[in-house]
């Protein structure tokens, strides 16, 4: 009819979901077809390597791929899968489904996120497409937070755990996250469901080692994790010039920074049925993983950026050093790391050699944690 619109075209969220939708796809047809997707090729050969029999946490895989397998047997069990379609039909269910879910993620927030949603994916949609471009699971980790946070909230406290644990036993971030069950109703019982779901999850690679080799397959997974972490810069805040000369420390570091957060949270605990201190908890979690990480890359900030945007919003005014850094942290990490946007060399001497990306993200996290201890 004359003068009718599309329904699509006058909903912002779904516009801006189709846009970034249609980035991913041609981002995955262009690296999967010029044959430029090693980290999918890592996650699909590993599972491979697994359920043959082959141990993939040896430094023949690093050679031949180029970078070294992180991940737990459990993600070997959970990706079979993709890794078991066709190599040109995985990596567009990895990516697109990946996309899918972060973007589901932020637009069923809360309600007190209702009319910050759109610009919450706009903020984060540079960042998420970076992600999508080199196939990460960073993706997973960010929604997999969000979408428990959500259930913890609508009292879906089960399925908030079981996602929780998924995150935990693939790629460790996720523990962190258990924190939060204390500000919910009956919280020992849920850590003790916690526990169940992760005996079980770590269980799960029995399925193919059965159980007398499923110790020494999580010691080679073990190995390799520590091994790691003293060859490759990373970029996080132990590895930013000056600090990566107290790199021999960092386990302390990490303590520390973890340890302040959690006597924070108890200190406050007449605060845990606030909304604003769950949500502004939850952010300085996911940004600490990432901050104090022990591979933390730029794309990585993925996680640590949502968990910013859940603080940034509530507050309830934004001062100009806010503002400002808000904007900042935009262009740094959404804009800066683009080669279509800025040369690489550029790139390199500002995030690589001055780390001003993960300085900025430090003002961000240390506001943020101060917000735990005071409005």
Request: charged fraction near 10%; glycine fraction near 4%; aromatic fraction near 20%.
């Amino acid at each position: 009819m004359k003068g009718s619109r599309n329904p699509i075209c006058q909903n912002p969220k779904i516009s801006a979901f189709l846009l970034g939708l249609v980035v991913a796809i041609v981002a995955t047809a262009l690296e999967t077809f010029r044959l430029r997707y090693a980290n999918y090729l890592v996650y699909a050969d590993s599972t491979m390597d697994f359920w043959h029999g082959i141990n993939p946490y040896t430094q023949d895989f690093v050679d031949a791929h180029g970078r070294f397998f992180l991940y737990t047997p459990v993600f070997s069990v959970l990706f079979a899968p993709i890794a078991f379609l066709p190599k040109w039909l995985g990596p567009f269910m990895w990516n697109l489904g990946n996309y899918s879910l972060f973007a589901l993620s932020v637009f069923t927030l809360p309600k007190q996120y209702d009319a910050y949603k759109l610009k919450i994916f706009l903020f984060l949609l540079l960042i998420l497409e970076q992600s999508i471009f080199s196939f990460q699971f960073n993706i997973v980790v960010a929604y997999c937070f969000l979408f428990a946070f959500t259930l913890l909230e609508r009292g879906k406290t089960f399925w908030a755990i079981l996602l929780i644990m998924i995150s935990t036993t693939t790629k460790v971030y996720g523990v962190v996250e258990l924190l939060l069950l204390f500000c919910y109703q009956k919280p020992f019982r849920n850590l003790c469901y916690a526990a169940l779901l992760g005996v079980l999850l770590l269980m799960l690679p029995a399925l193919k080692t059965g159980f007398g080799g499923l110790l020494p397959c999580y010691e080679n997974w073990w190995n390799m994790l520590s091994q790691h972490q003293s060859i490759v810069y990373y970029t996080s805040l132990l590895y930013a010039y000056p600090l990566r000369y107290v790199l021999d420390y960092y386990r302390i570091v990490q303590l520390i920074t973890i340890g302040v957060v959690v006597v924070l949270f108890f200190w406050q605990y007449r605060r845990w049925s606030d909304f604003k201190f769950r949500a502004i908890t939850l952010g300085v979690l996911m940004g600490w993983i990432i901050l104090f990480g022990d591979s933390s890359e730029t794309h990585t900030y993925l996680i640590a950026l949502a968990g910013y945007m859940l603080w940034y919003w509530l507050q309830a005014e934004h001062t100009l050093f806010d503002k400002v850094l808000f904007w900042a942290l935009f262009v740094f990490f959404g804009i800066v790391p683009v080669d279509a946007f800025v040369p690489v060399s550029v790139h390199n001497f500002l995030n690589n050699t001055l780390y001003i990306d993960v300085y900025l993200y430090t003002l961000a996290w240390c506001k943020m944690t101060l917000s735990l201890w005071r409005e």
